[in-house]
Each structure stands twice: as C-alpha cells, then as structure tokens.
C-alpha cells in the first residue's frame, strides 16, 4: 500500500530510514519521529551520478503511516475503504465570470466532492472550458472566488501541444507531478555537486525523505506503465515530444495529467484526437481513478461509462444532477413533457418515473456509480430538473437505395503518404446497403482510405469501382477551404444544389438551425460546430444512396450528435465512416476495417463483436 504525503496530515508519519548520509540527523523541517533502518540497497542511477563523498550515502525515507484511529484515518481518503464521501474537493462561491458584455455564469456556488466524476457539458461557448480554467486557477473569476481543501493536488490535461516539445516523452509525464519533480531536478543537483558537505547531506536526507513519501522510487515505472496503456511503447518514452504525432502528444499529455494519482484531475475533452482504444483504456483508468475528475466531453460513451454527475452549464449558472449523461439527457426530456403538460394527471408522472428508475437502476457497472444512481433514484424530482435550453437540429437522410447488389470494389489498391505505405494490395467489395466503420490507431491511415474511397485521392496501384450512377457523398475530415468565398450561408449551400429556389434550401437550413439572418450572414466567419452543420445540410441536400463520413460527430455538441445517430440508425443506405464516437460505431457497424501497421484487416463484423472477441482472446492468453 502507498501513502501520499499531501500536506493533510502533518505528524501523522513515521518515516523510516535507509541507509544514512550522516551518522545521526534530526530531521529539521519536520516534527516527525525518525527511526533509522539500513534495509535498502544504493540505487543505480545515484551510484551512477559520479563519486561520493566518503561517509555519505543516501537516504531513502519511506513513509510509513502510523496505525491511527479509525475515526482519524476516515478524512485522509485516498483509500476507498476509507472514502469519506461528503469532504468537500473544490467549491466555487458566487462565481460569475464574464468577457465583455457576454455574460458565462452568474452567482454560481457549487461543491465537487470527493470520489465522484462530474461530466461538465454544455453547449458550444457556454464556459466549459472557461470553468475548468477559472477552478485551476489559470483565469481569474469576475467575482466569487474557488476554494480548493487544503493541500490538494490538481493535475490539469494541458491543451497547449508546444509547451513540452523539448522533452522527452518519460521526464514530460513525470512533469505532472510538480512538487515530485522538483525534488528529482533539486536531488540531482545535490548529487553532482563536488563540493558536497554535511548540510548538503541534511538537504538531501530531507529531499528523499519527501521523495520516498511521494512513492518517487515507483515514479519511472509508473510514468512508462501509463504511455504503454496509452499505446505508446517503451522504445518511443525517450522520443523529444515535438518528435511525436499529434495523437501522442495528446497520450502524452493525458499521461502527464494523470500521473502520481492527483486528487482532483480537470480534463478538458481528452478524447479529442484519441483513436478507440485509447479511448476506452482512459474510461477504464478513469474507472478505477478513486479521487475526483471533473472533465468535458463531447463523448457520450464516455460520458456515460465514467460520470458519477452531470454538471450542466446553461442559463448562465451550472447545475449538478447525480447520475450519468444519459440518465441527465432523458430525465431532463422527460422534465420537458411535463412542463409542457402541467395539467395532466399526476398518476402519469408517478408511472413515468417508475418506469424510468427501473430501467436505470439496472445496470450499474460499478461500485460508486451504484451508489451515486442508488442516491440519484431516492432524490429524483423531475420538477428540480430544469429542461434545456439547446436546441437540437432535425437530420433526416432518405433511404433510397441503389438495385445493384454490390455498392463498391477495390482491387489490388495499395497507398502511400509521404512514403510510408498505409495499405497494400487491397481487395474487397463493400455491399449496397452495408455500413462499414474504417479504424485505425492513425487518423491519416483512415483519413487516407476515405479519401481513395470517396475518389478525392487516387490511388497509387490498383482501381476503385463503384455501381453504376450512385449518388454518393463525402463529409471529409478537413472541408474548412470549402468556406473560403465570401458567400451567404444560403448561397454557399446552392452552389450544390440542383434546383436553385430559395426556399427548397432554407428547408434544409432551417433543419440545422439556420433562420432567418442567421443563413444571411458570409460562411467566413462560421464557427466549427457552424462549418459541420453547413456540411450536414448539404448531405442532406445531395440525397446520396452512398455516405462516406471522416469524423462527422467532431465539432458537434452533445445534442446534434444524439441527431446524427439517430438518422444515421434510420438510414438504410450504404454508409462507409470513421469516427472516435464508440457510441457512434457501436450503434451503426455491420464491419470493421482496420489499418494497422501490419496493413488492413477487414473484420467482417460488427465494433461490439470485435471487442468481445478481442477480450476473450486476450482472457485465454492470460490464462494460458
Ligand atoms: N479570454 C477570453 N476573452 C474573451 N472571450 C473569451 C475568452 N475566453 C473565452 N471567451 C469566450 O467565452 C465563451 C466561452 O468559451 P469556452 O469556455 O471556451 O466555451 P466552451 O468550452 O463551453 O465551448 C466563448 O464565446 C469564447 O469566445
Ligand atoms: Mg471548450
């Protein structure tokens, strides 16, 4: 078992000492009974550091807690036998934070308690990212102010790509741990001095007495076993960060944030850029994550596996709702119907809420979600449930289907991007009315074979061949040059349609939330989530029977992805895409093409059968 030295609990340790720099030493700092133990061997890398000074040797302090009173040890809580649930993380009083005139939030007082994952949603520019700043201290509320509990660590997921581009990828996730690294970088200083005296020897008992405190000896290991569950094997730790691709600069970063077991971790939408697995490899790690986790995301699955509570920005205030994002979304639906039918029955309402709380208290997947829904259903009241204000696009594609049998062919196609080959010789035929996901751990391997696909890459052997006159579509990855004319939004979706009348285009505006001046305004000054709803309309417009889609939930918010895949699941048309969304996947896939290293496998089956047999693959390897 480890113990964290967090400041909570001075006097509470009995450090124990191996091996001594000087005969005797009182710790100076600290008020802390000192027993001196010689039980650990030099370790390599402080032997390595050049000659010692005769008589000196290091200190490794390990922390041992002594045996308290059960009442007492109940508040130290990192161990979840002894979680006292109600201590209070992070609290905002009367925040309100604005830019200019815009107001984000007013008057907001809300407690994040310990153990508990809180899904922070909203839509596009209500705050989230915004909240996540103002609560670790990197802007500065309006009025109001944050109060975090004394000596807790807040470990933030850094958005800035460049910061740590000139270390390695090792010494960056060990970075997140501030105060531990502090004391390696004051350590190997001491060490390579040559003129080492005895108070640099008192410095350096102290030093690794807080090192041992912190787990340090366990730091590397830590930090290498973290890359390597994100994928990252050890032969690349050593790599500079500026040297990796932006997929693992974000696993590194994520590393980063969430080494040395922080107490409260803000995430702000880590999913980004992460390819599935990483994705459920953080939802697993963030399962068994004791302490608090306040992240944003736009990820349903996630959102839903890993959230203990739903913090909703809307109104300008943020509301706290226990439960997962599913259980938020159709209990605030449900909350809408009622508001919108006051007078009727109340036996309704009390049916309506059976029902429902007999749907969600039977999958719990975990202990302190079962406890958090246990909670949720004694305190339910749809009434305290404010209904949303966002309002959600209506997509609707038509379900023509083309009579041949097979939709596409690819023969012997092979690809390369700046001379790294990403598939070869590819053979396979894709039938009218399959819908088919593309995964790759590499987003350009799937962006590529998109591209070849939908015909906008050629490729470098082979052929594609499609069936006769299918109307298909493409959503790539990156469309933002599609917005540079300075057009109206209404023009700029007539350039792809066939009949030019104002009205058949403002239908399918109007569909994605465009009236009015909103369809006047020029395309170059659309936001993203903006940009993917143009794009939208147009798919919806070109009516294809093929749909090829690179991403298609990125930039959307929460509500306007729940649409997409609900009219994606309506469709029956041929769909070919890649996407991060597991929900998304999970829902819509017949078949999995993966590109790997090893080139492309085609799976010929659905995501959720992939992963089933891929766990009872690597069950029978463990048990072997
Ligand atoms: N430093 C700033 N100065 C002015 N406006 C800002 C600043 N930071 C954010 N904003 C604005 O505040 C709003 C909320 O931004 P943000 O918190 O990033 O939203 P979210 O993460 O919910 O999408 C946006 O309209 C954004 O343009
Ligand atoms: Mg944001």
Redesign the pocket.
């Known amino acids: 078992m480890t113990f964290k030295n967090d400041g909570r609990d001075e006097g509470q340790d009995i450090p124990v000492v191996s091996f001594l720099w000087v005969d005797v030493f009182k710790s100076k700092t600290e008020n802390r009974a000192i027993t001196y133990m010689k039980t650990r061997p030099v370790p390599a890398w402080v032997t390595g550091l050049g000659p010692l000074r005769s008589g000196a040797m290091p200190v490794t302090l390990l922390y041992r807690r002594q045996a308290k009173a059960a009442s007492e040890s109940t508040s130290l809580g990192h161990n979840p036998a002894h979680c006292n649930e109600t201590r209070i993380m992070i609290r905002t009083q009367g925040l309100s934070v604005q ?2 005139e ?1 107001v ?1 939030f007013e008057d907001v007082s809300i407690k994040f308690t310990q153990g508990n994952c809180y899904g922070l949603i ?10 996540l700043k103002v609560l670790s201290g990197e802007t500065e509320p309006h009025s109001g102010s944050v109060v975090i509990d004394q000596g807790l660590r807040v470990a933030v997921l850094k958005q800035d790509h460049f910061e740590f581009n000139e270390f390695d990828a090792l010494t960056t996730v060990l970075m997140g741990h501030g105060r531990l690294f502090a004391i390696m970088q004051e350590k190997n200083t001491l060490y390579l001095k040559p003129d080492f005296d005895e108070s640099d020897g008192m410095r350096a008992a102290e030093l690794e007495a807080e090192f041992g405190g912190l787990n340090g000896w366990e730091a590397e290991a830590q930090a290498g076993e973290l890359l390597g569950g994100l994928g990252i094997p050890v032969s690349r730790h050593g790599l500079l960060v500026r040297e990796l691709d932006d997929g693992d600069k974000v696993r590194v970063l994520l590393a980063q944030a969430v080494f040395g077991d922080p107490d409260v971790l803000l995430l702000d939408e880590p999913t980004n850029h992460l390819d599935v697995e990483s994705i459920l490899w953080l939802e697993d790690f963030l399962l068994s994550f004791q302490n608090t986790v306040i992240v ?1 995301s736009h990820d349903r699955h996630f959102l839903n596996r890993v959230s203990t509570h739903i913090a909703d ?1 809307d109104y300008h205030k943020v509301k706290l709702y226990t439960g997962n994002y599913d259980f938020w979304r159709q209990a605030s639906e449900m909350a809408l119907r009622h508001r919108q039918a006051r007078k009727e029955k109340n036996e309704d309402r009390a049916r309506e809420l059976r029902e429902f709380i007999a749907r969600f208290s039977a999958n719990a997947s975990k202990s302190r979600q079962a406890t958090s829904r246990k909670k949720m259903l004694g305190q339910l009241d749809v009434e305290a449930i404010a209904p949303s204000s966002r309002k959600s696009p209506h997509i609707v594609f038509s379900s023509e289907r083309v009579h041949s049998k097979e939709m596409l062919s690819l023969t012997d196609v092979s690809k390369s991007v700046g001379g790294k080959s990403i598939f070869e010789g590819v053979n396979l035929t894709i039938a009218n009315g399959e819908r088919v996901v593309v995964v790759s751990r590499d987003s350009v391997a799937t962006s590529t074979f998109l591209e070849v696909v939908a015909g906008t890459q050629e490729p470098d052997t082979g052929s594609v061949r499609w069936a006769a006159a299918v109307r298909r579509s493409f959503l790539p990855k990156e469309y933002s040059h599609l917005f540079d004319v300075d057009l109206s939004v209404i023009d700029w979706l007539r350039q792809f349609s066939e009949d030019p009348d104002e009205d058949f285009i403002r239908k399918f505006l109007g569909r994605m939330l465009f009236t009015g001046e909103e369809s006047r305004k020029s395309v170059t000054v659309l936001s993203g989530g903006e940009k993917v709803r143009c794009m939208l309309a147009r798919l919806m417009l070109e009516n294809p029977q093929c749909l090829i889609l690179d991403g298609p939930t990125n930039h959307l918010d929460l509500e306007s992805i729940n649409v997409l895949n609900n009219a994606l699941s309506k469709r029956s048309g041929t769909l070919i895409f890649g996407s991060h969304d597991v929900e998304l996947i999970e829902s819509l896939t017949d078949r999995v093409i993966e590109i790997s290293n090893e080139g492309l496998v085609d799976h010929q089956c659905g995501y959720a059968e992939l992963r089933q047999r891929r766990t009872e693959e690597s069950a029978m390897l463990v048990g072997a």
């Open positions: 830019f200019g815009r984000l909203g839509p596009n520019g209500a705050g989230k990212s915004t909240l944003v920005i």
